[in-house]
């Protein structure tokens, strides 16, 4: 089995998130890799909530429509899903709730009800029943499942045992899911931990450094805000969660001004609150870290679904003129990886930085492998990669002094003898507002040039991935989550892919480099007007709206749908 | 310390007899004298919004954090966060923190945050040059309100009591000396110090004549009731320019403060490494 798709389906509060997880973890035990997108409307309890969890050899980070395992909690899991089922696809259900009237495909009803009423247990534990089933139809041990819960219930253990047990005892064997662990490979034996983009996102930046996490909760960045303050005891981190974006954006600035690296998280309404604050820290030069997580919009948009539609956004965001650093990762790795090199850089250069993603690699599952990921510090052996640049403690402090670089040398108040000034006016070397034209123009160069000494920092950076057939004339230009899907039609189709990783300083010499010898080069975006697309434009790298392949409904594309649409554009 | 150390070569634009004076020479006054009562002055940072009262950063060799309009206490907040040993004083105009930061305000009182905020109230928006602020009284006739502005002012002393500031005081620019007692008094205080300081625009609204007029010391008062506190504030709502107005301390109770919510999270740093493995081990 090269590749195998479950999908569970239910309402709110049935604990589908949960259960696709514990699917995933069964998966991973037995050494697949796993990518898990979730599926949630904008509610708290009801409504139809279904996780796709994909368990393959290898490396994923995209979902496929067709599915080998239907999990339905409820009818409507069934209507909603049975075309994703191929002909040898299994239905696994609750009896007491679902009406199967698919007699095409193998199928096995529990009932769930009977079980949790004959064991005195809870309604919520109908997920840990049915995965119970689950495991005996798809011929998982019951040893791996017993793992998987006793390592992750966090209570009523016994019971969920039983009733898993229940599950799996009803069912009968369909088929028969091999191991994927090479026995003789001992690093194929290490399971993978599984772990959202958040996630990744928190742990890179709390790897970095990170000394406090500032953030308002909104959609789908929330998951790092709770997943800071659960271990800000563990990490010694000040997790702030204030009045509103605009606090969030301040406070930011005033850890930076204390010398505590910080970092903030919103989705794109939030950040519209934050722009006032992040042209303050263009001009202050306050480093302040920035997880953009973005959904679909304009305004409250659909608040649990993906888009790729504030790029130009985020570029743009604040008045005036100043740098700005912005990576989007394509997967938990990238994430965890360039959230140190973002928190690292906004310090070394004094500049906002960003780590825009989206819902897809904010909230999906992803097998980690932190080697593989790699460390942000191991990068550049370089004494300076962690530590800004400090004031050497010799004659009178100017915040603003000029350098070849623009870099001006920080200090943290208290400085007996000296004063720390920091201005949101134009301001002298020494941080007092002034309107004086001259200081005005080399203000501006003095800013200009921290952005272009960022650019040529990050020459020695992968800012632009390629992947696939790299001699392929036909190419694929992605950005953020589209990274995983891309890469496997572009397995199947034998393309190229070209993953821009960096969006600003933009990496126009590595991008014309990965485009050497591409005759047609298709942009995969998922916004409306093909934002990547507008942005290397604006280098003179052109591609034709109908080389544009966009998906703006609120969904990620799935290596089907990328395939249908390569399959027309190519033809 | 002298308080003249404390000056910088910045020009001072603001109007002459502009009430702003006072508050910088009070300022200076108090921040030298705590120099050398063991309050090293390297410890103390100013931070401002945007308007006229602003500038004042700009006229202290003091470290400061010259912020944008209405948010001075976001910025204060982190601060004293990252390092309670720091003395963190916000300037802020009525405009700025009554109506563009109003939220961080009452969220600072509710948090009871050991910051101190001093509101220069000249009840009008000098820099853009005259239009009512949410203090102004109402029927003001600034640019923005010709025909008289038909809302009735907020009364900043109340609305911090009710918030949970726990220091609460008024002066008046023409009132030097007290100026100084009072921002001493705030900037010593154990939590949220807001001194509203009726501070005379002589170009946009000239209040001499009536502030010399209806202002007297309150005195003998228990700043520890909130009853007692709630009458003297209420006594003079900003709408009228014919009863008393009180100045001086009103309002003084010891509370918990949510700096000091942080002062037991070690940061841990060469234990990351470790803790980020184990972590990861349990998401297996």
């Keep these: ?571 | 310390m002298n308080p003249k150390d404390l000056a910088t070569t910045a020009r001072n634009t603001w109007c002459p007899g502009c009430g702003n004076f006072s508050i910088l020479s009070a300022m200076r006054s108090v921040l030298a004298d705590l120099d050398s009562e063991g309050y090293p002055i390297e410890n103390v940072v100013l931070i401002s919004g945007i308007g006229c009262h602003a500038k004042i950063v700009d006229y202290m060799n003091v470290n400061s954090f010259y912020s944008i309009h209405g948010r001075t206490l976001p910025a204060a907040s982190a601060i004293k966060i990252a390092n309670p040993d720091l003395k963190v004083i916000c300037f802020s105009g009525d405009g700025d923190s009554l109506a563009e930061g109003l939220d961080h305000l009452i969220f600072a009182a509710k948090r009871n945050i050991d910051i101190t905020l001093i509101l220069h109230d000249n009840r009008v928006y000098g820099l853009t040059t005259g239009q009512y602020t949410p203090t102004s009284p109402q029927g003001f006739k600034g640019k923005s309100t010709p025909a008289g502005s038909a809302e009735h002012p907020l009364n900043p002393p109340e609305l911090m009591l009710v918030s949970g500031a726990s220091y609460i005081a008024r002066g008046y620019t023409h009132g030097i000396e007290q100026l100084q007692k009072l921002f001493k008094e705030a900037i010593l205080h154990n939590g949220f110090s807001f001194v509203d300081v009726l501070q005379v625009c002589v170009s946009y609204n000239n209040l001499y004549e009536s502030y010399n007029k209806w202002t007297y010391n309150v005195q003998g008062n228990d700043a520890a009731s909130f009853d007692e506190a709630q009458k003297i504030i209420r006594s003079w709502n900003y709408d009228r320019s014919d009863v008393p107005i009180p100045l001086g301390k009103f309002y003084k109770i010891e509370a918990p403060r949510f700096d000091q919510a942080f002062a037991a999270y070690p940061p841990n740093l060469s234990e990351r490494d470790g803790k980020i493995k184990a972590l990861l081990e349990s998401f297996i």
């Design chain 1, 1 to 571: 089995m090269n590749n195998f798709s479950t999908l569970v389906g239910g309402i709110a509060g049935d604990g589908i998130n949960e259960a696709g997880l514990t699917v995933a973890r069964l998966y991973s035990r037995l050494g697949y890799h796993i990518y898990m997108y979730y599926d949630y409307p904008s509610l708290i309890r009801g409504g139809h909530n279904f996780s796709l969890v994909r368990a393959s050899r290898q490396k994923i980070a995209a979902h496929m429509d067709r599915i080998d395992v239907l999990v339905a909690l409820n009818q409507e899991t069934v209507e909603k899903h049975t075309g994703r089922l191929k002909d040898n696809s299994l239905v696994i259900y609750d009896a007491d709730k679902v009406k199967l009237d698919d007699t095409k495909h193998k199928g096995f009803g529990l009932s769930i009800t009977s079980i949790l009423k004959e064991a005195t247990a809870p309604a919520v534990m109908k997920n840990t029943c049915i995965i119970g089933g689950y495991c005996k139809v798809v011929g998982i041990d019951w040893s791996v499942l017993e793992d998987v819960l006793k390592k992750h219930m966090p209570k009523m253990l016994e019971l969920n045992l039983q009733v898993a047990r229940h599950g799996y005892d009803q069912a009968v064997e369909l088929c028969r899911i091999d191991s994927s662990v090479d026995e003789n490979d001992e690093k194929d034996k290490k399971h993978l931990p599984i772990i959202t983009g958040n996630q990744a996102i928190s742990l890179g930046l709390i790897k970095a450094g990170l000394m406090a996490y500032v953030a308002y909760p909104m959609t789908p960045s929330s998951s790092v805000l709770d997943f800071m303050a659960r271990y800000a005891q563990d990490f010694g981190l000040k997790v702030i969660h204030p009045e509103n974006e605009i606090a969030v954006m301040l406070m930011a600035q005033g850890f930076a001004y204390a010398g505590i690296k910080a970092a903030v998280g919103t989705s794109g309404g939030g950040f519209c609150l934050m722009t006032e604050g992040l042209s303050l820290a263009g001009m202050a030069e306050m480093p302040v870290v920035v997880v953009m997580a973005q959904r679909t919009g304009p305004s409250t948009g659909l608040p649990t679904y993906t888009a790729q539609g504030d790029l130009h956004f985020v570029l743009n965001a604040g008045q005036g003129e100043f740098p700005r650093f912005i990576v989007a990762p394509g997967d938990a790795e990238e994430a965890y990886y360039w959230s140190g090199v973002a928190l690292n850089l906004a310090w070394k250069y004094q500049v906002p930085s960003f780590i825009l993603t989206d819902k897809i690699v904010s909230e999906s599952q992803y097998s980690f492998d932190q080697d593989r990921a790699g460390d942000p510090a191991d990068e550049r052996k370089e004494q300076d990669q962690q530590t800004p640049l400090l004031w050497d403690g010799r004659g009178l402090y100017n915040r603003y002094r000029y350098t070849d670089t623009g870099v001006s040398p920080l200090a943290f108040p208290p400085q007996k003898g000296q004063v720390i000034k920091v201005d949101s006016y134009t301001h002298d070397e020494g941080g007092i507002t002034s309107e004086d034209p001259q200081i005005t123009r080399e203000t501006c160069d003095k800013r200009q040039r921290k952005g272009q000494s960022l650019a040529a920092y990050l020459e020695a950076y992968e800012t632009v991935k390629v992947f696939g057939d790299e001699k392929s004339k036909n190419a694929l230009l992605c950005w953020g989550s589209n990274k995983g899907v891309c890469l496997e039609a572009a397995q199947k189709l034998g393309l190229r892919v070209i993953h821009v990783l960096v969006l600003s300083p933009f990496p126009e010499r590595k991008l014309r480099d990965a485009l050497q010898g591409v005759e047609r080069l298709l942009a995969v975006e998922c916004n409306s007007t093909g934002q990547l697309a507008r942005l290397a434009g604006s280098y003179g790298i052109k591609i034709l709206a109908q080389d544009q392949i966009l998906k703006y409904d609120g969904r990620p594309f799935s290596v089907e749908d990328l395939l249908g649409e390569l399959g027309r554009a190519m033809a």
